[in-house]
């Protein structure tokens, strides 16, 4: 099932009613991501931006202090447009594993028109002390948002969890995503259908082992799992 992609997501600025400041914000952002795909990262300068824009330098940098604010506003834009086309699946089927796979199709929807330039992104977000990085402290809210979405999904489920991992869980299904996102960099099939393969497969995987977390003959092993994710966690140093 690939679901359906609204055609404006909230938040994102590209509504015609939009306040004049929120349709510049978005006219830099949409700029911005147009040369980083052209020219890459590195060789965009915030001035090429703003020219390209129509907007002066001063202007550019008050709505984005750096070239990585302007990234982290594509993090924001992705995951806001995440945020809307999940709600059906959040509303929907209560089955973890179909929870689970629609909620990352629905990602491979939303971000599939920037994977074109996703590598130029993760080139940088690569680095452990860029701010592009999707551990830093710079990326949180999007970060959080995401792991708000997988606490949901998980709620809404008809699966009970060990209780000692109830919190860690929508965390440990965020770096799944993460680790689905790297795939997704590299995947040159057509739709990305690899990584939707992947999803299909890996869903019903993650489901079984999250169901099985609760009976009492894997608690010792779900309490070292527990010690393991309490010292090791991004967020927990």
Known sequence: MKPARPATAAGDGRGSKAPRSEQTRTLILETALRLFQERGFDRTTMRAIAQEAGVSVGNAYYYFSSKEHLVQGFYDRL??????????????????????????????????????????????????????????????????????????????????????????????????????????????TEGTERSRRLVERTAPIAARAIALSRFRVLRPMVRQVHEVLEEFLPGRL
């Open 79 to 188: 995951a806001a447009e995440h945020e809307v086309a999940v709600q059906p699946v959040l509303s929907g089927d209560e089955d973890l594993a179909v929870r689970i796979r629609d909620s990352l199709l629905t990602w491979l929807d939303v971000a599939e028109p920037y994977h074109r330039f996703a590598t130029q992104f993760f080139k940088n977000a690569a680095d452990p002390e860029s701010p592009l990085s999707p551990f830093s402290a710079e990326s949180v809210a999007a970060r959080e948002a995401a792991i708000s979405i997988h606490r949901r999904v998980l709620s809404g489920s008809d699966t009970k969890t060990a209780p000692e991992l109830a919190e860690m869980l929508p965390h440990l299904m965020w770096l799944m995503q993460m680790g689905l996102v790297l795939f997704w960099v590299y995947d040159r």
